[in-house]
């Protein structure tokens, strides 16, 4: 027996067998607590050691290596050779070889004893982690069931029951619910940290996913997929909407997720803390999914924006506070629930809005198209919203609105299509859309707005930076209208300089 090999086989005995853990890593701890304990040997070097412990007699031997390094890498002094220097201790060596070296072995005392224990409570704790881990893998945006063990200032400690428990953070509970030490809880597996120190199981109570979850108990059409739950939004502990939907014409899904007397969402909002829950169809037509998401309030129009994901609806007056909801509540939920940004209004202000974009339109086809205010007015009626459309619609669909003969057709294509043509010649894609507030500006014409939009000067800002002479360039402007634009379009400027000014003073 050399020296300290009785003490390892003792160590590997005492911890394996009371403590029940693996004899190779125990034997692999005390292997790394020789190697720590050899590498202080060497003062200002970054020494790699090896320890191999005979696993039947305990005795061990030692060893120092180096890893051979290409000449243009900068090789790590005590670790790393580099080519010339491997030469040197033995010719045989390649880039990649590592070269060893056998040393003295270290005693194996108390204080490697120490750091062998330290390293394999280290591994224990984290073969646990690993097996928490794996144990609730499958169970990612589940229910899960325990008791609350700790209650702390950020968070409850819950109790899984195992060795596994599970953090509850205060920003994920329901409004101000108050845990206390043994209460049942219930919440759904948000997330599982593996890696790193501190809790892994963390847990939520105010999440959609725990909504959808708390259903498919209580509904079991749900479990059996008969019904889904196609998408959730809560405003937790306050209220709540899901949309669902059914592939068996058979069933209500609606109904099934109310129960009989509204038992089944009842015991759901008994476990938000009274949350209201409302259950909504869901629809594959985004516009009609919006009109189910707003219930209870009722739309009475709706107008669609593809590009901006979003949607103008408008309600009676009289149903508007209930379409927007407390402190938005109905639309803002409506919203996350459908995905599509929308925009809720009265029936007089979408008309308004209405009248107000229909005015645009008219006013861009009487400047691009230099047609009068009956003609442009006809086109906005019919449905045409861009120069695009009149230069690109078949001929037939403009001979069959009232009063266009094919000689009036002829001009308006021909028209739109010179200001396509403009534009794309001027390097600008499109013809650009002049902002309200250049429209709006005194001394400013639709017509002079929509020529400038087409160059590219779209907003007031846009405006401001034109010189006078840039200016004249435009049809029907002489230098004092110019003038008097851009100094009107600088105004914000000035203001913005005064306003600090002020601040200085």
């Known amino acids: 027996m050399g020296m300290g090999s009785k003490e390892i086989l003792q160590v590997v005995e005492l911890f394996s067998n009371e403590k029940g853990i693996p004899k190779g890593v125990v034997f692999e701890a005390v292997e790394q607590a020789l190697a720590t304990a050899t590498r202080k040997r060497y003062e200002g070097e970054e020494a790699d050691i090896r320890v191999t412990i005979d696993r039947v007699a305990g005795t061990y031997d030692t060893f120092r290596r180096w890893l051979v390094v290409p ?22 060596l390649n880039i990649g ?38 144990d609730y893998a499958n169970r990612l945006n589940g229910l899960i069931n325990g008791s609350v063990k700790k209650v702390t200032r950020d968070a409850i400690i819950v109790d899984l029951g195992g060795t596994a428990e599970a953090l509850l953070p205060r920003e994920n509970l329901i409004g101000r619910e108050i845990f206390r030490i043994n209460d049942r809880v219930r919440a759904v597996l948000h997330e599982i940290r593996s890696e790193g120190r501190g809790p892994q ?8 996913r725990f909504l959808i979850e ?5 509904v079991p059409e749900i479990a059996e997929e008969t019904i889904e739950i196609r998408g959730a939004a809560r405003d937790p502990g306050l209220r709540a909407k899901i949309a669902v939907k059914t592939n068996d014409g058979r069933i209500d899904p609606i109904g099934a997720c109310v129960g009989m007397r ?15 829950v409302d259950i909504v169809l869901w629809d594959d037509n985004p516009a009609q999914l919006v009109i189910n998401a707003m219930s209870p309030a009722e739309v009475s129009s709706i107008v669609v924006d593809e590009d901006s994901r979003s949607m103008d609806l408008a309600v009676t007056q009289d149903n508007l506070a209930q379409a927007i909801g407390r402190g938005g509540q109905n639309v803002r939920l409506a919203s996350e629930l459908t995905g599509w940004k929308l925009n809720v209004m009265s029936e007089e202000q979408a008309e308004e809005r209405q009248e107000a974009e229909s005015e645009k339109l008219v006013n861009m086809f009487i400047a691009r198209l230099d047609v009068d205010e009956e003609l442009a007015r006809i086109l906005v009626d019919e449905g045409f919203t861009s120069v695009d459309e009149v230069a690109y619609v078949p001929v037939e669909e403009m001979l069959g609105i009232d009063g266009f003969e094919e000689e009036l057709v002829e001009t308006l ?3 739109a299509r010179d200001v396509l043509l403009t534009a794309a010649l001027s390097g600008e894609d499109s013809t650009g859309e002049p902002a309200d507030d250049l429209l709006a500006m ?15 000067v779209c907003t007031m800002e846009d405006l401001a930076e034109l010189s006078v002479d840039e200016l004249t360039q435009f049809d029907g402007v002489d230098e004092s209208l110019a003038a008097a634009l851009i100094m009107k379009a600088r105004e914000p400027w000035f203001a913005d300089e005064d306003a600090q000014e002020n601040e200085q003073e």
Request: proline letters at 3%; glycine letters at 4%; hydrophobic letters at 40%.
């Open 442 to 456: 005194e001394f400013m014409t639709p017509a002079l707005a929509y020529q400038l939009a087409d160059r590219g």
């Open 201 to 208: 199981l963390i847990l939520s109570r105010n999440s959609p």
């Open 97 to 134: 070889d590592i070269h060893e070296v056998q040393v003295d072995n270290v005693e194996f005392g108390r204080i490697e004893a120490q750091t062998a224990k330290q390293v394999i409570v280290q591994r224990v704790r984290e073969a646990e982690r690993e097996k928490v881990v794996a």
């Open 71 to 92: 000449d243009d890498h900068l090789a790590i002094l005590g670790s790393e050779l580099t080519t010339e220097e491997a030469l040197e201790m033995d010719p045989s």
């Open 262 to 276: 509204g038992a089944r969402v009842q015991a759901v909002s008994n476990e938000l803390n009274g949350e209201r």
């Open 413 to 415: 294509r021909t028209r």
């Open 214 to 218: 708390l259903f498919r108990i209580e």
